[in-house]
């Protein structure tokens, strides 16, 4: 069935440092590639998305390419700040089972002053 | 605001007991969904609505579990008999229909603990 794979946590990071947050998949089929955050406190939100292989979404100084050949959807963000503290999950949307989102088991990231 | 919300926010009960969860989708919104959160896990899909007909339903959804969305605008979620098994945060989300490249739009949660 449909899947999603991506890095265990924690990751603990200083202010400015480098993220990257692996994902891979599993799925027939192309499908939509998601990245969600949820900070403390809050519900599940949309970060970015890309929806066709070599798409690139970004949103809030993040990015993810889909990477059909290596069914990768990979998070990066250049430099990172406190405020950036969260879990995030990878998560895919189907072609064929399109009303569910399968989500990975999230990476809870930790940024220090 | 406009989002999706979720009611209770925390439930705690006993085993053996029935509680009930209430979501309030985006309202132009035609398709409600319903997820489940354990500790340290992604959301598992339960069951998604299409206005107020429920078109899918996951193994997850045992029997002593059932949804509703009567005039296809809010959900429940019962769950009858709870087991501790049943601790976690139960999400809901909205979406329109038809478009399989959108975003889900989730609520806040109500965690579930059973003692």
């Known amino acids: 069935g449909d899947s999603v794979t991506q890095m265990e946590g924690p990751v603990t990071l200083s202010e400015e440092a480098f993220l990257t947050i692996n994902c891979t998949y599993t799925?027939?089929?192309?499908?939509?590639l998601f990245w969600y955050v949820q900070y403390p406190g809050e519900g599940l939100q949309l970060l970015l998305k890309?929806?066709?292989?070599?798409d690139k979404g970004s949103n809030k100084g993040f990015e993810a390419t889909y990477r059909k050949e290596t069914t990768s959807f990979h998070l990066e963000k250049g430099s990172v700040q406190v405020s950036d503290s969260a879990v995030y999950f990878c998560?895919?949307?189907?072609?064929?089972?399109?009303?569910?989102?399968?989500f990975g088991a999230g990476t809870t990231v930790t940024v220090r002053a | 605001d406009t989002g999706v919300s979720q009611d209770p926010r925390h439930k705690i009960t006993k085993r053996g007991q029935n509680v009930t969860f209430r979501c309030d989708p985006i309202?132009?919104?035609?398709?409600l969904y319903w997820y489940r959160q354990t500790l340290g896990q992604g959301p598992e899909f339960l069951t998604y609505?299409?206005?107020?007909?429920?078109?899918?339903k996951s193994r997850l959804l045992s029997d002593r579990f059932s949804a509703e969305r009567p005039k296809g605008s809010f959900s429940t979620l019962e769950i009858q008999r709870t087991e501790q098994g049943d601790s976690a945060m139960y999400l809901c989300?909205?979406?329109?229909?038809?478009?399989?490249?959108?975003?889900?739009?989730f609520g806040e949660g109500s965690r579930l603990t059973v003692l």
């Open positions: 989300a909205s979406s329109p229909s038809g478009v399989r490249t959108g975003e889900l739009f």
């Open positions: 799925a027939t089929g192309y499908p939509s």
């Open positions: 890309a929806t066709k292989a070599d």
């Open positions: 998560a895919l949307r189907a072609l064929l089972n399109d009303y569910k989102l399968s």
């Open positions: 309202s132009e919104h035609n398709r």
């Open positions: 609505f299409q206005n107020e007909a429920q078109l899918e």
